[in-house]
């Protein structure tokens, strides 16, 4: 490999040369910055929580400067920008909502970081949650104390568990709440549920759908036996799409398949089901979707449709918002397998 590596430099171009020079010096300085400023960040963290964003902001804009993978994912970033969400914006406010996607990306992997919720104080966290403004473009007045069960059918964007805890404050605390999530860690699964004990919950559990020992009659009962359900709607991997049920329907302008499965267990259940999306601070609770109401003859790809479908709405508006922007084309890559 490192002859490979002399051979290619060697007979490069001398532009080529430069080019490699680069690379080796950015990733030989980054190393010991990235650790240094991590470090100072997380130490920042038991005091400020501003002084701790203010030094990753920092070391953000060093990655994209030394780190090449980071330039990459820029470049994919852009790309999609114009290909799939046909944006026609001169090249540098493209590559700035491809920056602010990325740093939304960035800033989003590092509250799901095990050290993250070690350090940052419970009340601290659930102030920051709380702050979060609440636009309801649904029929249901909050508090919600109803009988009817409510499924919220979230994106991956940025604040994904302060806005979970903003709507769960507007539920009445009697209520029982399932989280629905794929691959957390135990630390993330204990802090949800402490901060909602702060909040007076103590009727808060945790499921993962997609772990191993899990089981269709398990997570139906799961499902069953709460009153709120929080999950996510956007994941169309390929292995996501070879285990789970999935249907096909129109997404930003192009045919796709995505993993139905909220769509059969709301039906179900009768459950109400409400798309949301969040803007940074801002927490959007879409027209809500009555499964009593649905229609057509089939059901589930009507109940898909209509989710998708608000939620593209806001997201033409807003696409930097998106986590799977850098990687959005494999929403309709995925299509050829399955058909």
């Known amino acids: 490999m490192n002859t490979k590596i002399i051979k290619l430099f060697l007979y490069s171009s001398p532009v080529g040369k430069i080019e ?5 010096i950015g990733i030989i300085l980054l ?58 914006e001169k090249e540098d406010n493209l590559t700035k909502l491809a920056y602010k996607s990325l740093e939304n990306r960035y800033y989003d992997s590092l509250v ?35 009988k009817r069960k409510i499924i919220f059918c979230h994106m991956h964007t940025s604040n994904k568990i302060s806005s979970i805890i903003k709507i769960e404050s507007m539920v009445c605390k009697k209520l029982k709440t399932l989280y629905l999530q794929r691959s957390h860690s135990k630390k993330l699964r204990k802090f949800i549920q402490s901060i909602n004990v702060l909040l007076g ?4 559990s945790t499921y993962d759908p997609f772990h191993q020992s899990s ?25 996501a799409l070879k285990k789970f049920s999935t249907t096909k329907i129109n997404f ?17 259940t009768k459950s109400i089901c409400i ?23 089939d059901k589930v790809h009507e109940l898909m449709q209509s989710i998708y479908s608000e ?10 918002k998106w986590n799977y922007l850098d990687e959005a084309e494999t929403f309709f890559r995925n299509i050829k397998f399955k058909e």
């Open 31 to 88: 190393y010991p910055i990235n650790i240094s400023l991590r470090f100072i960040s997380y130490v920042g963290l038991v005091f400020s929580y501003k002084f701790f964003l203010n030094i990753n902001a920092l070391l953000f804009n060093l990655m994209v400067i030394l780190n090449p993978v980071v330039k990459g994912k820029l470049y994919d970033i852009t790309k999609n920008l114009r290909q799939i969400f046909s944006l026609n």
């Open 252 to 268: 930003l302008g192009k045919s796709t398949f995505v993993v139905d499965g909220v769509a059969r267990f709301a039906i179900a």
């Open 215 to 239: 089981t269709g009659m398990e997570f139906f009962r799961k499902v069953k036996q709460s009153d709120i359900v929080h999950t996510y709607v956007d994941f169309n991997e390929y292995l």
């Open 20 to 24: 490699l020079l680069k690379l080796f």
């Open 311 to 320: 939620l593209s709405i806001v997201l033409v508006n807003y696409p930097e």
């Open 201 to 204: 919950k103590k009727n808060v």
């Open 112 to 146: 799901f970081s095990d050290i993250f919720l070690f350090l940052i104080r419970k009340n601290r966290f659930l102030n920051i949650s709380l702050s979060m403004r609440l636009h309801n473009d649904t029929d249901l007045k909050f508090p919600y104390c109803g």
């Open 275 to 297: 798309p949301v999306f969040v803007n940074d601070d801002d927490v959007h609770l879409l027209p809500m979707i009555d499964t009593l109401q649905l229609n057509s003859h």
